[in-house]
């Protein structure tokens, strides 16, 4: 369904992609890891072709991404970024509402209005729909923006970070809304993401950045190994697996 091809991004004359080719499928979660500057952001930019590659392709269902509309690409992918200004002086309904812009010509119609309808019920958002989006807290702004992309209702979800600064209930349920969303509706996620452990749990697959580079591309338990993480992060780990879940605790720095 996605398709990246011998990707390369260069900024000024620093090559911050290397030679990136990967694939996902239908009903996968795709986690990108690595270290500050390995260039998770700019991939997941490249990606939905917020920035151009300087070389390479990205294929969407078979098609040139470059090559179609911002309009028609929207409708495949939406994407979240790591910094969003929290300013929207409007309510909730209407910031969800938002995610149907790609499909709505000179108004939204009623079909949109009952698809926003619909996940605002679903996500249990009925209390807030309301409310002004300003006055939320931060978990519960992150999980109307994810909301936002549900309901653009696109092939693929590209996400920076959904889980920083969020409290770890937030964190939890926002990655089991992801992977309700893209196992029952055969979406595809790919997401940045520091946490380790949270990679391990909810991943399919893990693509372990350096420098720039792929290090390893494979099912999290492959990925996450000792010595991968040693290597790539400069730390000694300790893993486990606990009922079918892969425990990463961190022992000390390597120098």
Same mark, same amino acid.
């Given at each position: 369904m996605l398709d990246i091809q011998n990707l390369f991004f260069k900024y000024k004359k620093k090559l911050v992609l290397n030679d990136?080719?990967?694939?996902?499928?239908?009903?996968?979660?795709?986690?990108?890891?690595?270290?500050?500057?390995?260039?998770? !952001?700019?991939?997941?930019?490249?990606?939905?072709n917020i920035i151009k590659p300087t070389k390479?392709?990205?294929?969407?269902?078979?098609?040139?991404?470059?090559?179609?509309?911002?309009?028609?690409?929207?409708k495949y992918i939406s994407y979240l970024p790591q910094n969003i200004p929290f300013k929207f002086p409007i309510i909730v309904f209407d910031v969800i509402l938002m995610g149907r812009m790609p499909y709505i010509k000179w108004k939204p119609t009623e079909r949109d209005i009952n698809a926003?309808?619909?996940?605002?019920?679903?996500?249990?958002?009925?209390?807030?729909?309301?409310?002004?989006?300003?006055?939320?807290?931060?978990?519960?702004? $992150?999980?109307?923006?994810?909301?936002?992309?549900?309901? $653009?209702?696109?092939?693929?979800?590209?996400?920076?970070?959904?889980?920083?600064?969020?409290?770890?209930?937030y964190q939890i349920q926002i990655m089991e809304m992801i992977k309700d969303l893209v196992k029952k509706q055969k979406k595809s996620a790919i997401i940045a993401i520091h946490d380790l452990n949270m990679a391990a749990?909810?991943?399919n697959k893990i693509i372990m950045l350096?420098?720039?580079?792929?290090?390893?591309?494979?099912s999290p338990a492959k990925v996450? !190994?000792?010595?991968?993480?040693?290597?790539?992060?400069?730390?000694? !780990?300790i893993i486990n697996n606990h009922n079918n879940f892969l425990q990463i605790s961190p022992i000390k720095v390597i120098d």
């Open positions: 990136i080719t990967l694939s996902l499928n239908k009903g996968e979660i795709l986690s990108i890891i690595g270290i500050n500057g390995s260039g998770k !952001t700019t991939l997941l930019k490249c990606i939905a390479g392709r990205v294929l969407i269902n078979g098609k040139d991404s470059s090559k179609i509309s911002r309009l028609e690409r929207a926003t309808s619909k996940i605002i019920k679903s996500m249990k958002f009925e209390d807030i729909a309301l409310k002004n989006f300003d006055h939320l807290s931060g978990g519960q702004k $992150q999980k109307v923006l994810l909301a936002r992309l549900f309901v $653009q209702n696109t092939d693929c979800l590209i996400l920076d970070e959904p889980t920083s600064s969020l409290d770890l209930k749990r909810y991943s350096n420098s720039g580079r792929i290090f390893c591309f494979d996450l !190994t000792k010595e991968n993480i040693k290597t790539v992060y400069k730390v000694q !780990t």
